[in-house]
């Protein structure tokens, strides 16, 4: 971190971390945009190029104000309105062993309970993580799927079967491959499936409830493929 222009900004390198839009310095929302190409362009080691970072006139924008705090003498009161809770103090003295964020620590220079000078450090010993960066295990809940995905609502009856069609031992459907009744015509109008899904082998394929065969015709890509009912 370093204290530049009344704020905290990102200062130093990271391994596969690149930085953009407002957490870089820049400003303005055009230099904000295009700082994402320069992201990516750095981390894939492409040539980079400048950007200007013009802000519009000050009649546009809002006049800076000094950052609103609530007054001690209203009682408890907090650095940042994030959920580190870290109370303002009567003394002029930050209480140890918290963790800080960036809003409370420029907060803290604000009041004069922190030098501009130390902002820099105090900011990446009592907020940093203090090691490596490393990816979280945190992996998203399963969605439970429907047996007829949104798109296909209705389109092949109310209560449609999702059956394991194959051909053979190795021969794969993609998702999308329209089903026929094998003694039907095939055009897409009296399609009576489709797969939704590869298999090993085959696919899963929503068929309409009322077709009585058990024997198919997908239309691949490579061509129509008969097909049956997995036992």
Same mark, same amino acid.
């Given at each position: ?24 310095? #820049? ?20 040539? *980079?190029?400048?950007? $200007? ?7 546009? $924008?809002? +006049? ?37 964020? /960036? ?10 309970? *922190? ?18 960066? /490393? ?13 007829? +995905? ?9 209560? +449609? ?18 089903? #026929? ?10 399609? /009576? ?10 696919? /899963? ?18 061509? +129509? ?7």
């Amino acid at each position: 971190m370093r204290w530049s222009s009344e704020r905290l900004e990102a200062a130093g390198r990271l391994d596969h971390v690149a930085l953009a839009g407002s957490a870089l310095g #820049y400003k303005s929302l055009q230099a904000c945009g295009q700082s994402g190409k320069l992201a990516v362009a750095q981390l894939f080691a492409e040539p *980079i190029h400048l950007i $200007e970072d013009v802000e519009i006139g000050a009649s546009f $924008e809002t +006049p800076d104000a000094p950052t609103p705090m609530a007054p001690a003498a209203l009682g408890t009161a907090f650095l940042d309105s994030g959920s580190s809770l870290v109370q303002r103090p009567a003394s002029g003295v930050l209480a140890g062993g918290q963790a800080l964020t /960036i809003g409370d620590v420029t907060a803290a220079v604000a009041l004069g309970l *922190i030098s501009a000078n130390d902002a820099a450090a105090v900011a990446e010993e009592r907020g940093a993580p203090g090691g490596p960066l /490393i990816a979280s295990t945190w992996t998203p809940v399963p969605k439970t799927t429907s047996e007829s +995905p949104p798109y296909l609502s209705g389109r092949f009856g109310n209560d +449609p079967r999702r059956l394991h069609l194959v051909v053979d031992d190795k021969r794969r459907f993609e998702a999308g491959a329209l089903v #026929y009744d094998n003694v039907g015509k095939r055009d897409a109008a009296a399609a /009576i499936g489709v797969v939704v899904a590869p298999a090993e082998p085959g696919g /899963i394929a929503l068929i309409q409830s009322q077709t009585e065969t058990d024997r198919f015709i997908v239309e691949t890509m490579q061509g +129509p493929s008969p097909a049956r009912i997995k036992s």
